[in-house]
């Protein structure tokens, strides 16, 4: 995947000002009032509980050294541990957002409260070892929680890499990712071989392949999934923001297409964390209030997934 520069097109002027104020202003982490804790769901292979949603950091984190947009996306975290956040997902490929997440734990004093992800993206496995420690010390952790091969890279000396650290205690949990639909029928043969604890995927209201296989296999083998692209990179809530939000939308406590599609993700019993990424402390809000009661039953994820269909 080609990286891009940080987009400072996607927010106004304005809005970055009144983002950055926010943070300037904004209280040590432990001062901040709770928030209603999100839904959890237990990690397969170790019963560990995980909140539903998570933060991703590809280019919304990619900020460099800017000290204004690093004290944006350091109230992006506080905002997010604040309500009950745990799951932060980065990788060498995005970028500065590895840093830029290291900045925001130091300055939050968050590190005890982060599940930290990351991923191996070497095609040269050899040099593995030394791209994940350098991404350990941006972060500013002891070790990761989770590290997964990135888009299945060198994948099987890349994913042996991973389960020697994890043998050796480096690490907790090991996974691989895909993203954009790619790659399944090899996913999908890794997923039986290797004793993966996370594969990570893309699955939405309209990007749905993941059912026929991808998720049942993971309930099969007590892998957890970890949810990519909810919103398409924006594209999604942009294309459904013309269209009404339906009433019935109320009778999970749905009020925005955001909420609608974060909610039809993680009501999939297979699905252990969705991780959008945001610049925005409202969309922070609005994301894990998706995590909370109620979700979706079969019936009603059915009748979401034909409306946006019908759209």
């Known amino acids: 995947m080609t990286h891009h520069p940080h987009p400072l097109s996607r927010r106004t002027l304005l809005g970055g000002m009144l983002s950055v104020a926010a943070a300037a202003s904004l209280p040590p982490l432990g001062a901040l009032a709770r928030q209603p804790g999100p839904q959890m769901r237990e990690v397969p292979s170790t019963g560990e509980p995980l909140p539903l949603v998570g933060l991703g950091s590809w280019i919304t984190f990619n900020v460099g050294e800017d000290p204004l947009l690093l004290e944006e996306c350091t109230a992006v975290m506080a905002q997010f541990f604040a309500m009950g956040g745990r799951m932060i997902d980065s990788s060498p490929m995005y970028g500065s957002s590895q840093a830029t997440i290291g900045h925001g734990l130091e300055a939050l004093d968050a590190v005890a409260q982060v599940y930290a992800a990351d991923k191996i993206w070497t095609s040269n496995p050899a040099g593995g070892p030394a791209q994940v420690e350098a991404s350990r010390r941006d972060w500013g952790v002891p ?68 059912e026929q296989r991808l998720l049942p296999l993971a309930r099969e083998r007590g892998i957890g999934v970890i949810v990519n692209r909810p919103f398409r990179q924006g594209r999604l809530t942009e294309r459904l923001a013309r269209e009404p939000l339906p009433a019935w939308a109320a009778e999970i406590g749905a009020e925005s297409w955001a909420q609608f599609i974060l909610k039809f993700i993680i009501s999939h019993p297979a699905v252990s964390c969705a991780i959008p990424a945001t610049t925005r402390v409202d969309h922070v809000r609005e994301n894990m209030a998706a995590a909370g009661t ?18």
């Open 143 to 210: 070790r990761f929680d989770l590290l997964q091969v990135h888009n299945l890279v060198a994948w099987e000396a890349n994913l042996e890499t991973l389960l020697g650290m994890k043998a050796a205690g480096k690490v907790r949990h090991v996974g691989i990712t895909t993203s954009h639909g790619r790659r399944h029928d090899g996913v999908e043969h890794i997923m039986r071989d290797a004793p993966l604890d996370f594969v990570q995927l893309t699955y939405n209201v309209v990007d749905r392949e993941a």
């Open 294 to 311: 109620p979700l979706p039953d079969d019936a009603l994820r059915r009748r979401m997934a034909d409306h946006v269909r019908a759209l």
